[in-house]
Every structure is written in C-alpha cells, then in structure tokens.
C-alpha cells in the first residue's frame, strides 16, 4: 500500500498538475473578442496635440471615461495609475485614452498635474469629443454597462490593435466581464492585471512566430 502511494504521489500528481496547466493553457492562450467593430477614435481630437491622430490601430489600448467632471476620476486615476499604467506603460505599442466632452479641458489639466505626479503620462492620452461622438463610442462596445449623465463611467475597457473589444466571456458570476471597476482595488489586482498580461503574451507569441517563419524562408 506504502508503495502505491509513493508511487501516485511521484508520478500521478505530476501528470495530473501538467495536465491541468496544459489545459489552462490552450483555454486561457488568447483573451477573448467580446465585440468585433466598435466606433473609431478618429473623429476626436488630442487634447495634448491637435495635429495628432490618436487611433486604436497597432495599440493595445486601455480605454476610459472619465466625464465632464474629472477630477471627480481621481481616486479612479489613482488606482489605475498605480495598478495597470505603472506596470506595462514601458510595453511598446500600449496606450491609455481617456475620452472626455469637450469644454472640459481645463479640469483634465488639473487631473492631468496629479496624475503626473506619481507617473509619466507620455503613454496616456486624452481626447475630446461630442457628446455624440462619446455615445455613439461608448454604445458601440455594446456592454452591459452605461454611461452617467455627465458621459462617465469607472470602468476601463481593453482594446486590441485590431479595434475589438476584449475582456472575459465567462467571469466568476457565469456573465461576460466587458469592463474593468477602477474603483475596485481587487479587479485591478485580480482580474485586469492577469487580462491585460494575456493580451500582452498574446501579441509577443504572434510575433515570435511571425519571426520564426521569416527566418525559416
């Protein structure tokens, strides 16, 4: 009996645990496209630079909704700064936006002064647009989720640099999970920090692969 247990404890376990993570591997490999065609950022303007074309192509972005009130997104910016930003801002190809109605530009400069105090914000962008234009971008990602009334919401939405939405199909609750509560300490850590590491993982396989089959030719 003592030899089958060591036995199963040397051999079964280890087969078991690899073929466990193997599975979670091919499960968990992509992160995945909850809507494919969401409204493009074209038509708003950068509030750093006005000759600047902000877009969604070839980035991963982080897109967000701070409102006619900003600094009411502080605690928001703050958490996102700190949890998300701080830690992939260096990858190449990675964006944040936040899309703000125009006519509040003076309060994202005063949000923009705290934020840069704790991080360099030369990979977060903000841009203005129409209240139009801020719904028809928001509707277009077609989530569960709405916006307030002065066009805000503390979720964050991961876009690929094909333009579509990704998040969770199945989140812990059974539903799709479309944005991320920067409000929430533990979403952050938990749950937008493991998506935004897969996408990431994603693009760097892709790429590895693509080399690999050039320098096969």
Do not use: C
Request: aromatic content about 12%.
């Amino acid at each position: 009996m003592k030899k089958f247990f060591v036995i199963f404890v040397l051999f079964a376990l280890p087969l078991g645990a690899y073929l466990f993570f193997a599975s979670g591997v091919n499960n968990f490999a992509r992160l995945p496209v909850l809507t494919q065609e969401i409204y493009q950022l074209e038509s708003f303007r950068s509030l750093e630079d006005e000759e600047e074309e902000v877009s969604f192509d070839g980035k991963i972005t982080i897109l967000g909704f701070p409102g006619g009130e900003p600094l009411e997104y502080s605690n928001n910016a703050y958490h996102l700064a700190e949890k998300i930003y701080d830690r992939y801002a260096e990858f190449k190809d990675f964006q944040f936006v936040s899309v703000i109605p125009s006519g509040s530009e003076a309060e994202v400069e005063k949000l923009q002064d705290k934020i840069s105090k704790v991080i360099d914000l030369k990979k977060w962008k903000f841009v203005t647009g129409t209240s139009e234009e801020i719904n028809a971008l928001f509707d277009s990602l077609n989530t569960d989720l709405e916006l307030t009334g002065d066009l805000s919401t503390p979720n964050v939405f991961i876009i690929d640099k094909e333009g579509k939405l990704r998040g969770r199909d199945k989140d812990d609750d059974g539903n799709e999970l479309y944005g991320y509560d920067t409000g929430s300490i533990f979403v952050l850590n938990n749950k937008m920090n493991d998506d935004v590491k897969v996408i990431l993982a994603e693009y760097r396989l892709a790429l590895k692969k693509y080399n690999r089959e050039n320098t096969e030719k």
